[in-house]
């Protein structure tokens, strides 16, 4: 496998189920990103892990649980879901600088996972 | 904040027609600016980016986009477009710092249809 990989690539769920995606990057890459795409919508960041350590959630409804064991995978548990959340979720990666340097690095995506909830 | 406009929802041309998606960003200073590709059923690809510069700057796939200050604007083109350049573009800016780097803002996108 190579560049940024996300499993399942469809997901149907019931307001009631649980579920998690899988978010798997190659790239040695030192943080990772999960995205809602929405149709006609502007692409929204849900969740930054940088050296897998959270910085920033963006106010997502506690429904959408992450987690980032190392810096390979990214999970997005789901659970209670609303069909308005139906959506394709976006994984993304990057090096990123560390010890407070700024710096722009390139984003890479997997090609996401279709969610509709019913 | 920053934020970017793309007053463009479709774009049709033909086959072979020259193109150019608009981009609009808002921020006080020179951001980093960014154009974005996504093909049906496939993630986000990029496809071009400034930093600072040149002004003009080409990208993959025969694109290049000018950044022009003092219209806030960062237009995509390219002179002779092919059938498999139809997909959604996305225009972003980066300048605001979370953690270690500039996370980019998308804009809404531009659906590009290409004709025949």
């Known amino acids: 496998e190579t560049g940024v990989t996300q499993t399942p690539r469809h997901l149907v769920m019931g307001m009631t189920n649980k579920k998690s995606l899988k978010c798997e990057q190659h790239?040695?890459?030192?943080?990772m990103y999960w995205y809602k795409q929405s149709a006609k919508k502007p692409l929204e960041l849900m969740f930054v892990?940088?050296?897998?350590?959270?910085?920033e959630n963006n106010s997502v409804p506690s429904r959408f649980s992450p987690e980032c064991p190392n810096s390979s995978h990214l999970f997005l548990h789901l659970h209670t879901l609303q069909p308005e959340d139906s959506a394709l979720y976006l994984c993304?990666?990057?090096?990123?600088?560390?010890?407070?340097?700024?710096?722009?690095?390139?984003?890479?995506f997997g090609p996401g996972t279709r969610l509709t909830v019913l | 904040a920053q934020s970017v406009t793309q007053p463009d929802i479709h774009i049709t041309v033909s086959e072979g027609a020259s193109l150019e998606l608009r981009c609009n960003y808002s921020y006080g200073a020179t951001p980093y600016l960014f154009w974005y590709v996504q093909s049906p059923g496939q993630g986000l690809q990029l496809l071009l980016k400034?930093?600072?510069?040149?002004?003009l700057v080409q990208g993959i796939k025969g694109f290049e986009a000018e950044f022009k200050r003092s219209q806030s604007s960062f237009n995509l083109r390219k002179p002779s477009v092919h059938w498999s350049d139809a997909a959604e573009y996305f225009c972003?800016?980066?300048?605001?710092?979370?953690?270690?780097?500039?996370?980019?803002?998308f804009g809404r996108g531009t659906s590009l249809i290409v004709h025949p």
């Open positions: 993304a990666s990057s090096q990123d600088a560390s010890g407070g340097a700024s710096s722009y690095n390139e984003q890479f």
């Open positions: 892990y940088s050296l897998e350590e959270r910085v």
């Open positions: 972003a800016v980066g300048a605001d710092k979370t953690g270690g780097s500039y996370i980019p803002t």
């Open positions: 400034y930093f600072s510069g040149d002004t």
């Open positions: 790239l040695g890459h030192n943080a």
